[in-house]
């Protein structure tokens, strides 16, 4: 049997996050369609994380197993013909048998997009969040080196995630500052439920005054969710990057 | 009696363009909504121009006339919380009784915007037009220069135009390439119906040799919609610029 595996993009908007839902709209349930309509049977696609409701992905990896003989190279045609607008396959390549999109990888980037503008733009709506005030951002930048290492992150993590442990390593977190445009890209081996959204939350509490850099490490160590920032909206998050291991 | 002018954006994508109609979902029906909403009574909003469904606006001006007191730097933040989100209002300034935003306008820029690409991109879906090749740059940039100048461009235009004459100056015509990306900025004194879309249209059919910019010329000159090429998407075209008369 082959296993194949699926590099995608998506506009978030209209759906209820990747996984599949009863009586939801899912990417994972689209693409699962599309997948069985180009390769017959009733694949599982497996894909490398549960993004939330309204959560982009410029990219995403997905991998499922089938025996149709169609060539790797014409599989993101055939998928896209298949697939509505906000949805693409960039590209398609045979696996080894244990690669896993959600086991096989060791490293994701998200990346929180701001704009910081009292006037809403009608062609970042739902894209980006507007932020309408001035951002400090000497002081975020400051702050966000905190998050780096490994540590216990249950201080940014949301009620109803339900994995034993909530310590996680953090390999990078950069401010990029452009215009009117703020963008927030985080490295970790893997992400809590909500927890790039409560570290961009956090930061522009830090912004405004109501978090010091100087208190973060001990809000961090607390674990106490209540004294972190609120959870950033899900419209500004993107899955920019991933790392897999090939090795397996 | 106070004469206000309106400086918006919008993206086009779920509208039937910006002229009010009945049973349609228009522009210019839910700005006219906001204006009563804050400025009472039922002002008519007149707009720079009509655009197409499915066509966006970088930059619209519209006016209309109010006996309201609101100062003109709070309406936009007025208007905005009453706006859906794909139309925004950046600034309102009071201008002259004769100020009309039609009659006014002497010069429009509309930008055709195409991503080449045999993958469709979500995060452009709706919002450029996707061109399925590579595209000759050189070939069109000689061609499009056929447009330059005052001449009849009844070959450029659609069926079901009202105006009387079909003769229209245009000051340039701009082929932008970067990456991906292509956009072809036409600046006019006016354009009739589909013109700036049957431009592009008819500079991707010189792209494929299907015309050559030796015949440009006689095609324009005689006036035969057919021997042009086809009428490019709407997702694709965005008004970018505007040149008003205050004098009046």
Not at 1 to 9: F, G, Q, T, V
Not at 29 to 56: F, I, L, Q
Not at 134 to 161: E, H, K, N, V, Y
Not at 218 to 234: E, K, V
Request: hydrophobic share 40%.
């Amino acid at each position: 049997m082959r296993n194949i595996a699926l590099r995608l993009a998506y506009d978030g908007t209209r759906y209820h996050g990747w996984q599949l839902q009863q009586n939801a709209r899912t990417v994972a349930g689209a693409v699962e369609a599309a997948v069985a309509s180009v390769c017959g049977g009733a694949p599982r696609v497996t894909g490398c994380g549960r993004t939330d409701a309204g959560v982009h992905a410029r990219v995403y990896c997905a991998n499922f197993k089938t025996d149709c003989a169609i060539p790797s190279a014409r599989i993101p045609y055939a998928l896209n013909s298949r697939l509505p607008p906000d949805i693409s396959v960039s590209s398609a390549f045979d696996v080894g048998d244990g690669f896993n999109a959600v086991t096989s990888c060791v490293r994701k980037e998200y990346t929180y997009e701001i704009y910081c503008s009292r006037i809403h733009d009608p062609f970042r709506a739902k894209r980006a969040y507007r932020y309408p005030m001035a951002p400090d951002i000497d002081a975020m930048r400051a702050a966000s080196q905190c998050f780096l290492g490994t540590r216990d992150f249950a201080a940014m993590r949301s009620a109803g995630s339900r994995t034993k442990t909530s310590v996680r390593t953090v390999f990078y977190y950069e401010i990029e500052s452009q215009g009117d445009e703020l963008r927030f890209r985080v490295c970790a081996d893997g992400f809590l439920y909500n927890m790039a959204r409560a570290m961009a939350g956090t930061l522009l509490y830090v912004s405004e005054g109501k978090i010091s850099a100087r208190e973060l490490p001990g809000l961090l160590a607390s674990g106490d969710r209540r004294r972190a920032g609120p959870t950033a909206p899900a419209c500004g998050l993107y899955l920019t990057r991933l790392w897999y291991n090939f090795d397996e």
